[in-house]
C-alpha cells in the first residue's frame, strides 16, 4: 500500500496537544505534516504557518477529503473521538486518536469494527507505552528479574484555574479527572499487572458534575494490589512505584512522560536515564509509521484489545462512582 518514502499526516483539531504533537513529528524521520483542520479557517492558518504545514482547512470534512493524507491524528475532547475516529476510517484515513479512545466501550468497539471492515489502521494515542523508560520497566517485568509484582501504587494530579466551560471541568467535554489524567495510572496497572479481579473506587463529584478526585484500588490473584490516584484539583507527585518480590521500581515524576526510573534491589538504589529531547509524542508517531509502511490495521503494542480493556476499566470505575455521560 504504503511503496513512498515518506508518511503524510493530518492533524483534526488545533488544541494544546496538537500543538505538541506538531513539535515532536518534526523528529520523525520521512514524517511530514502535511494538513490540519480547525472548526476555524484563521486557526488554522497560524497553526499550518507555526508547524509548516502545506494545507490548512476551516473543517475537518475537508482534511479527510484530501487523497494525499495517510494517516489523521485526532486531538478534540475525548466526547468526540468517535465522530471523528469514524469519519476518518470511512474515507479510509488511517487514525492515531487521542486517549481516552471514546467515551464508553460500544464506542469503542465501533470504531475497532469499522477499522477492520475498511481496513484501515487505527490505533489510541497512548503514548506513554512507547516512551523509553517505560519500554525499560516493561521489559523489567517481562523478564522477572526482580521477580513477581506484588504491588503498584500510581497517581497522576494537576491543577488548573477553574473554568466551568473548559474540557477539563465541562461535562458535555468530557470533563473529569479519571478519563483525563487517571487513565495513565490505570493504564499502568493494566500495562504491568493486567486486567484485575476485582474493581473499588470511590470519587468526589464537584459542581459541573465530573470527578475532581478518583481513588482506585484493583485487586488481583495471590493479594498483588494497585493503589490508584486522580485528581484535577491539587499537584501530586505523578509518580508510579512498582513493588516487587526481590526490589522495586520508582518511575520517577511525571512517569506517564518522558522520565527516569529508580531501581532498587539488595537495599542499593540505582538512577536510570533516557536521553529525550523531545515532549516525547515522537515515538508513538514512529510506531504508526511502521504499522503502516508494514500494511497493518493494528498496532503491535497498542493493540484493539489492550484499548477494549482500558476502556472497560474506565466503564467499570465510572459505574462504581456513579458517573455517567449522555
Ligand atoms: N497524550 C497527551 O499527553 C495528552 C495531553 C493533553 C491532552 N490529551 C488529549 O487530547 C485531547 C485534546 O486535549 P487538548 O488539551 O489539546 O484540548 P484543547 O486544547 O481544548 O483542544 C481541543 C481542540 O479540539 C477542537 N474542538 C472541536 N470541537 C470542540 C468543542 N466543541 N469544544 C472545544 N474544542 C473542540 C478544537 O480545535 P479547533 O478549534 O481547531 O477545531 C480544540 O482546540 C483530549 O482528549 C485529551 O485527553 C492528550
Known sequence: MHSKKHINWGILGCGKI?????EDLKFVPNAKLYAVASRNLKKAQNFANAHNANCFYGNYKELVANPDIDVIYIATPHVFHYEHTLLCLHHKK???????????LSQVEEMITTAKKNNVFLMEALWTYFLPHYQYVLD???????????KLKADFGFTTTFDPKSRIFNKKLGGGS???VGIY??????????????????????????DENCTIQLHYKNGVTASLFSTITKKT?????LEFENGSILINSRF????????????????IE?????????????HVQEMLLDNRIESNIMSFEKSLQLINLLDAVREKIGLHYT
Open 94 to 104: 488511517a487514525v492515531l486518536c487521542e486517549k481516552p479512545f471514546a467515551m464508553n
Open 237 to 241: 507527585d505523578t509518580q508510579a512505584i
Open 185 to 210: 495510572p490505570l493504564f499502568a496497572a493494566l500495562s504491568t499487572i493486567g486486567y484485575p479481579e476485582d474493581i473499588k473506587a470511590s470519587a468526589t463529584i464537584g459542581k459541573t458534575g465530573v
Open 18 to 22: 496538537a500543538h505538541k504533537f506538531s
Open 178 to 180: 479519571l478519563l483525563d
Open 140 to 150: 523489567i517485568v517481562t523478564s522477572k528479574e526482580l521477580g513477581s509484582i506484588k
Open 274 to 286: 533516557f536521553d529525550v529531547t523531545t515532549n516525547g509524542y515522537n515515538f508513538e508517531a514512529i
Open 256 to 271: 506517564h512522560e518522558p522520565s527516569s526510573v529508580t531501581i532498587t534491589k539488595n537495599g542499593t538504589s540505582e538512577l
